[in-house]
């Protein structure tokens, strides 16, 4: 765990020097939110905020960190020795760990000083942006299996050490069953998987030798690899002898496909399987497995139990990165000693942000179904039962009116003045609670938001406060 | 740095307990090589070698890690004694880093027992595959530039904190001039780059005095951003008002455009600059560059001085993985006393390995231009000034005649038994010589295989001996 606070851009120290000498930390409240679904997708996951809150409570500049910045040459002793004794001591809300989140609303809300939150930009963006994009492709992957058994093997292919070590772990938060990567099985208590590699098989001076061999020693846990020299003219024959042999001991066993059309193959290798009286016997499959390929995968039935999916689960694959961003909402005014909304303009009217504090509520019908997310100014409040209207956060005509059944608010406080407000759980019941938390929110999903390709668009709205705050904002600015 | 010897794939484990109960702990050879170049490029850097050695001459299990498989319930006791004294003791043969590399040639070459050489697979893929795709990924950005000044501004998007630093390493090696993570400045003596937010702006009162108390602080480093309310409607003016007031004092001064069409406000901007008489204010570009987009705004003659880039150059963009495995070559062979070449064989042509234990030749013409790669066994040598037949690693009548004027022999013994050849450099240092080392090889390619879209394909080709040992071994497999 990086816990220097030296991991954060270069601006962000100018800028807080800046801040320093002219006297300027006043109190600000920034958002943490994204533009766009990742994988033209109808929803995405949080994750991150849990190692993020580790690193929050702990950060801080060492002496080192210190005297590398003076060697820069463009701090002042003054501003040194603040940095020093700088911790995080603002308060942080955020949504639960493992929740569904949708464009434009503030996932995390910090109020700190100017400085204290301007420092943290880099670091809630890389924890926070990364984890949420593992957790999201991994959930599409586990909903396109019909929720099936998904292996995660991305150590080797993942992008470096932590790559791989938070992509695991947001992997299981996504519905992964397990993963191959056993440093992050130790860490945070995820089962550990695997069954042989094709250099097992090379070993060995035949495919049967390597086969039972293999079935000598892990009788309870053999998956035949069978594409090592030719899937159906040798694979499939050698696993069949040397299972036959496991079944006869009592055991079950399956095989691995890494290769080749997994959808002929799978359908040849099940004929083969039974044909041979080993109903029982299972079909694993691997090799740059997607969500859109698992998806016709099951389309077309084949008769697969389980899938091992590394490189485009644990990098995103197409899409790399998620488009999370950090921006300021308020900020206090001296003058009027009160906190006043601030607002970012853009070029391009899709990049404005929404000025002020605010929160976020999850509007459900009678039937528990998800049907808004609402952005509201903290002064406000949504209650159940009660009809309003709301708005699109940019096309003004756009609008409807809704009597929620039942209301969520969805941002909770996690840190206040820099101290967390519950106990942190342990690594393995954090990730399980996390794991749960999406579950259930899957569950009051629509099925139309969740269709891998060409999803239905989920409604995140203004209220009408907050959109005539925005309006009046974009009328004072632009001549 | 991750030096738990439990950072690899649970695999590897349980079949190096099948190994060991077997007594098949010979020496074998594995490669690490990968399968088509990223990008739809016409080359590869090879970067991450460096960190890998420092890894792998400290890694180990600690009792923690022992007992955490111990808690597995399927490895014995004799075996978990065995990996308490686990080290790499191996040797290690590699391309330097910051090397040109191309598709099926071995840029890792590792002779070791059969246990150590299997446990090292994620670790060696992991460190080398992502950062040669980021020193691929950056090469490409800082050709595209012209060799233009590239800032690396990627940790808020980056794939979790060593998504972050590894990148950092990688891209300065690939070409960028510096980075905005100051943690990886300090760690690896890479200079540090950064202007201001649109936070910095709007925690102002007005943007001019935003501009104004920037320039006062950093006179010599000033750099507006000028996008967060109109670039051209406002940004653009108070960057002139307060940036006169800089060059009156003998300063010069920047801008940076962050959003918008950079095209365009890069013109428009570069007017309104020269008008105002600031002809050496410059220009700066950010927000979501590739190196398309970079080389079309240098054909159309954008003036721009310097790329903040971030997202696509430390991810990769679409494609967020480098294609390296690791596979069998060569193993001993108890009854003859001999190593034996492996071959791993497949349903897709393009998966067959090519067997042996080889060595990568680099072939000039007079000129001293790179015109091939070769594969050749370690028991050949190729010499310059004679004529040889080099054969198409797939395709059999693809071969061609070619007498090098030099030729250079690419694998370097690095590591012998687990040990440095060499004195570790420092961090500055190597990362200085890697950043060297690809900026003389890319002088000896010619311009059509540095092409950013549609490149010409450089030769990789094997030794005549070495295609018929794969002949062979297809013809014996292949019935």
């Known amino acids: 765990m990086i816990t220097s606070a030296l991991f954060t851009d270069f601006y962000e120290l ?3 020097q800046g801040y320093w000498k002219q006297n300027m930390n006043q109190e600000v409240v920034f958002d943490m939110f994204f533009r766009r679904q990742p994988f033209n997708g109808g929803f995405s996951v949080f994750a991150g905020i849990e190692t993020l809150l580790d690193v929050l409570t702990e950060f801080s500049f060492s002496a080192d960190d210190i005297a590398y910045l003076k060697e820069q040459g463009i701090f002042e002793q ?61 959930a599409r992957v586990w909903l396109a299996s019909k929720k099936g058994s998904i292996m995660e093997f991305g150590l080797r292919r993942a992008q470096g050490p932590d790559g791989a070590m938070s992509a695991t772990r947001a992997a299981y938060i996504g519905g992964a069953a397990g993963t ?26 035949s495919e049967l030798e390597a086969f039972e061999a293999y079935a000598k020693i892990y009788p309870e846990k053999t998956v035949f690899l069978i594409d090592t020299y030719d899937t159906l003219g ?22 691995r496909l890494d290769s080749g059309d997994i959808a002929y ?55 790399s990165s998620f488009t999370g961003v950090y921006k300021l909402a308020a900020r206090h ?30 509007l459900y019908d009678e039937n528990g179904m998800a049907k808004a997310d609402i952005l509201a ?48 759980l342990d690594d393995k019941t954090q990730l399980a609670k996390s794991r749960e938390t999406l579950r259930a929110q899957l569950e009051t999903l629509d099925a139309s938001y969740k269709r891998i390709i060409n999803p239905h668009i989920y409604k995140v709205s203004l209220t009408e406060e907050l959109k005539d705050l925005k309006v009046e904002f974009i009328k004072k600015n632009i001549k």
């Not at 939150?117 to 924890?127: T, Y």
């Not at 996690?414 to 942190?424: A, F, I, P, Q, S």
Request: with cysteine; hydrophobic share 40%; glycine share 8%.
């Open 265 to 319: 193959l799978s359908a040849e290798v099940r004929k083969e399987l039974d044909k041979a009286g080993f109903p029982q016997a299972f079909i694993s499959v691997s090799n740059e497995l997607t969500e859109e390929i698992i998806e016709t995968l099951i389309q077309q039935n084949a008769p697969i139990a389980s899938w091992g999916v590394g490189t485009h689960m644990v990098t995103g694959g197409t899409e």
């Open 234 to 255: 040798s694979g499939i024959k050698n696993a069949i002898k040397a299972g036959a042999k496991l079944v006869e001991q009592g055991y079950n066993f399956g095989v």
């Open 180 to 205: 191959s990567n056993t440093l992050a099985g130790k860490r945070f208590g995820i089962p550990v998987m695997g069954t042989m590699a094709h250099s097992w098989i090379m070993s060995f001076p």
């Open 14 to 16: 100018t800028m807080a």
């Open 377 to 424: 100014l903290t002064t406000q409040s949504i209650e159940p039962g009660k009809e309003y209207r709301y708005h699109h956060p940019m096309v003004d005509y756009r609008q409807f009116t809704f009597k929620a059944a039942s209301v969520k608010e969805m941002l909770k406080l996690r840190l206040k003045n820099g101290k967390r407000t519950e106990e942190r």
């Open 78 to 138: 003054g501003f040194l020795d603040y940095l020093k004794d700088f911790r995080f001591t603002g308060d942080l809300y955020s949504f639960e760990e493992g929740s569904l989140i949708f464009p434009q609303e503030p996932i995390i809300r910090i109020h700190a000083n100017l400085i204290e939150a301007q420092i943290l930009e880099g670091l809630v963006l890389n924890h926070c942006n990364f984890q949420s994009l593992i957790a999201t492709k991994t």
């Open 333 to 362: 005014d001296a003058k009027t000693d009160t906190m006043i909304p601030a607002m970012k303009f853009s070029d391009n009217p899709a990049k404005n942000t929404n000025p002020g504090i605010k929160n976020v509520y999850r």
